[in-house]
């Protein structure tokens, strides 16, 4: 399991706390007012809306999981890889 960033923690506490105070119970974290979890559809309209707002290049939810999944990974593998050839120096 890969780590939540600190902010990435606040906001998924912040939609836990918000969809409790509505009385809003679902194992899952984004919700209508039914209690029911958006599908993908309604996920990717909802990413379009904004991508357009911002200007952001067009992409599927799977290409940004993919992309924000290998971005992570090569992350961690860039600093473990540091961590050993520093040591390595010592």
Same mark, same amino acid.
């Given at each position: 399991? $890969?780590?939540?960033?600190?902010? *990435? /923690?606040? @906001?998924?506490? #912040?939609?836990? %706390?918000? +969809?409790?105070?509505?009385?809003?119970? !679902?194992? %899952?974290? %984004?919700?209508?007012?039914? !209690?029911? =979890?958006? +599908?993908? #559809?309604? @996920?990717?309209?909802? $990413? !379009?809306?904004?991508?357009?707002?911002?200007? @952001? @290049?067009?992409?599927?939810?799977?290409?940004?999981?993919? +992309?924000?999944? !290998?971005? $992570? /990974?090569?992350? /961690? *593998? =860039?600093? =473990?890889? %540091?961590?050993? /050839? #520093?040591?390595?120096? +010592?």
């Amino acid at each position: 399991m $890969l780590p939540l960033t600190p902010e *990435a /923690l606040y @906001i998924l506490t #912040q939609v836990k %706390f918000w +969809n409790e105070r509505h009385n809003l119970k !679902s194992d %899952f974290i %984004f919700l209508n007012e039914n !209690s029911h =979890n958006f +599908n993908r #559809q309604r @996920i990717n309209t909802c $990413l !379009s809306s904004y991508r357009d707002k911002v200007n @952001i @290049i067009k992409k599927s939810s799977h290409k940004v999981r993919r +992309n924000v999944i !290998s971005n $992570l /990974l090569d992350n /961690l *593998a =860039n600093k =473990n890889q %540091f961590s050993y /050839l #520093q040591d390595m120096k +010592n």
